[in-house]
T-cell receptor, first 114, second 117 residues
Framework: AQSVTQLGSHVSVSEGALVLLRCNYS??????LFWYVQYPNQGLQLLLK??????LVKGINGFEAEFKKSETSFHLTKPSAHMSDAAEYFC????????????FGGGTRLMVKP | GAVVSQHPSRVICKSGTSVKIECRSL??????MFWYRQFPKKSLMLMAT?????????EQGVEKDKFLINHASLTLSTLTVTSAHPEDSSFYIC?????????????FGPGTRLTVL
């Protein structure tokens, strides 16, 4: 069994400020972890993924996330927010077996103020 | 990179009619595709797993007769919402894993917005 909790359904930051989107997971097996971004009326785009290599994962658009097993967390960060980062962000978890499905968190809407 | 398309992007239909949504893998073959439903301001909920050449596997609580899935070829899966009602209005998204990657590494289509009047 696995689940994902994203703390904060809405996060607002000023342009240029640090972005921190929180994700905690629960998994009975070693997990794969993902962050996806969704722009209005579009599908999901993969930002980055953790698949058991380096615990600090770098993704597209300057985002990165750190896998912390002791905290069961996989928080997403970006040093400096840009207006174009405004979107919905989803954290997802799955087991490492090939047939394991993705389980999504509730999503966090990031708003960027000028 | 892998591309998954969906058609149509938006559809408006009258209550009681049926609507077909197509999901295509454009540059790879997909023996498995997934269909998700997303309510406004909500997360994605897996509806069913579409398997080429065999019956789809539906998640608990999803009506098989309501949401018909056909995976007739290695690049096309269709979702038909039968006898649609306003409560079926939602954003439907499909995804597919690319060959040689685990099923949890999925590429998503752009989604289809269904509005039932």
């Amino acid at each position: 069994a696995q689940s994902v909790t994203q703390l904060g359904s809405h996060v607002s930051v000023s342009e240029g400020a640090l972005v921190l989107l929180r994700c905690n997971y629960s998994s009975s097996v070693p997990p794969y972890l993902f962050w996806y971004v969704q722009y209005p009326n579009q599908g999901l785009q993969l930002l980055l993924k953790y698949t058991s290599a380096a615990t600090l994962v770098k993704g597209i658009n300057g985002f990165e996330a750190e896998f912390k097993k002791s905290e069961t967390s996989f928080h997403l960060t970006k040093p400096s927010a840009h207006m174009s980062d405004a979107a919905e962000y989803f954290c997802a978890v799955s087991g490492r077996n090939a047939g394991n499905m993705l389980t999504f968190g509730g999503g966090t809407r990031l708003m960027v103020k000028p | 990179g892998a591309v998954v398309s969906q058609h149509p992007s938006r559809v408006i239909c009258k209550s009681g009619t049926s609507v077909k949504i197509e999901c295509r893998s454009l540059d790879f073959q997909a023996t498995t595709m997934f269909w998700y439903r997303q309510f406004p301001k909500k997360s994605l909920m897996l509806m069913a797993t579409s398997n080429e050449g065999s019956k789809a596997t539906y998640e608990q609580g999803v009506e098989k007769d309501k949401f018909l899935i056909n995976h007739a070829s290695l690049t096309l899966s269709t979702l038909t919402v039968t006898s649609a009602h306003p409560e079926d209005s939602s954003f439907y998204i499909c995804s597919a894993p690319t060959p040689g990657t685990p099923m949890n590494e999925q590429f998503f289509g752009p989604g289809t917005r269904l509005t039932v009047l």
